[in-house]
């Protein structure tokens, strides 16, 4: 197998002249696109990074962005993408644990780094793309001062080498830096071409933001594929809808959130988006009436969800868009995650004994594949307690398969509520309250109970001009699942809290319940 970089050369080779990316009213063909990649490596290594180093980013989605993703693996060094939304010292704290030699920002961050400039300890080179007023080194002064030479020779790094470092959202703890080599992207990227009816005239929106493991696999599935990536800024509704229509997006993947959010505005409707061929969509649960409202949004569009983590390089299942028909006779199967990429197993097992469970009950999931990431950063201990020996990876996932082998995702393990020793899913709670018409959004959280040692409890968002009363909402629940699952409190909220991919932050709606107590479970 080839490394990414080498990838990149050969298609620079086979379509000098095709557009490789574009990024607002900027285009690059895969020639200008490899040259600069070599530009910004020989960059690099004059700044002293080279073989295992990392190269930390924070920006917005740009050509910049995916450029010094391919430098930095040139030099056989690794990008290590940081989420725009942090706090400055959860930025510090991530630069400084990947212990990078160089620091970019976009022009929105200057603040950011000024605030930490001070806290960084490895860190050699603060580099801003654009901007202006500031001390750092401009990134095209800086990269335009150090030209490749004319026929760079062809990097033959070793594919288990480290391609990209992305840190775990930290909902618990502090955040882990996944490890993800050439050879995790070269297991997945295949798929795309056998899954997604890949072919030259083929438009891929990168629309999630590149610190997220869709927006970056995205990124690097373009240059795989050797088609044209179409790079969104920032994932607004309105504006991925205008760029599909101008562009003639065939493929995107977009987060249930966004899917919601488009339906609501008259400006989406407007666009044309009869090109989109295929609209991938996960990285959290969709209610069924968001996902009826986007297929009839675009109905002649092809919809597949996908289901993965991080540490596995992004999807491992899919659900293909022949199970996609809301009434009809396998309807079930819109509720699922799908069946296995082909090259991974799943087992179901309980998360203390990792014994298998009997098919259809609930268990952790655990999966065995090529694209499992090497490890985290520095973490042994944590990387010996995600990857077996045998080469399953733990996915803190509860969930089940059916007897067809389409996977059903309940929660996260550690969202499991334990009232008087019986297992609550939140989500299976969730998904009833959604089906009530006077709830927009929720939330279930276990909360202390001196009884039961903590009980269900629902946080809701009302619908607009919707009344009802706690006992309702119950007394709903009761009708259609076990008692001892069901909401014993019931609080209205004005919003849930999630992260930008859409997951609930349980743990911040935790917190304040468990304030004095010992330990998060009672």
Known sequence: MPSLTQVLRDRARRHPDRVAFIAGDTQITYRDFDRRVDQVA??????????????????????????????????????????????????????????????????EFVPVLDAIAGKLEHTTHRVVVGGSDHSHLDYAEWTSAHEPPAEPPDQNADTADVFVQLYSSGTTGLPKGVMLTHDNFNAVLPLSNELWNIDDDTVLMVAMPMYHVAGCALTVCAVYDGITGVIMREPDPVAIARAIERHRVTHVFLVPVLLQFMQLMPEVREADMSSL????????????????????????????????????????TYLPP?????????????????????????????????????????????????????????????????????????????????????????????????????????????????????????????????????????????????????????????????????????????????????????????????????????
């Open 42 to 107: 020989a960059t690099l290594a004059a700044a002293g990074v080279g073989p295992g180093d990392r190269v930390a980013i924070l920006d917005k989605n740009s050509l910049e962005y995916a450029e010094l993703l391919f430098g930095a693996a040139r030099v056989g060094a690794a990008q290590v993408p940081v989420n725009y939304r942090l706090a400055p010292d959860e930025v510090a704290y991530i630069v400084n644990n990947a212990q990078a030699k160089v620091f970019v920002v976009g022009p």
């Open 277 to 316: 061929r295929l609209l991938l969509y996960g990285a959290s649960p969709i209610s069924e009436d968001v996902l009826r409202g986007a297929m009839e949004l675009l109905p002649n569009t092809g919809f597949m969800q996908v289901y993965g983590l991080t540490e596995t390089t992004g999807a491992i």
């Open 322 to 522: 022949e199970d996609h028909d809301p009434d009809g006779p396998k309807a079930h199967r819109l509720r699922s995650a799908g069946v296995p990429n082909p090259g991974c197993r799943l087992r179901i097992v309980d998360p203390a004994t990792l014994e298998e469970v009997p098919r259809g009950e609930v268990g952790e999931i655990l999966c065995q594949t090529a694209q499992n990431m090497k490890g985290y950063w520095r973490m042994p201990e944590a990387t010996a307690g995600a990857l077996l020996p045998d080469g399953w990876f733990r996915t803190g996932d509860a969930g089940y398969l059916d007897e067809d082998g389409y996977l059903y995702i309940h929660d996260r393990v550690k969202d499991m509520i334990i009232s008087g020793g019986e297992n609550i899913y939140p989500a299976e709670v969730e998904n009833v309250l959604m089906s009530h018409p006077g709830i927009a959004d929720c939330a279930v959280i276990g909360v202390p109970d001196d009884k039961w040692g903590e009980t269900p409890k629902a946080l809701v968002v009302p619908a607009e001009g919707a009344e009802f009363s706690e006992q309702e909402i119950i007394d709903f629940c009761r009708e259609r699942l076990a008692h001892f699952k069901c909401p014993t409190s019931v609080e209205r909220r004005d919003a849930i809290p999630r992260n930008p991919t859409g997951k609930i932050l349980k743990k911040d709606l935790r917190a304040p319940y468990w304030e004095g107590q010992d330990r998060a479970v009672h």
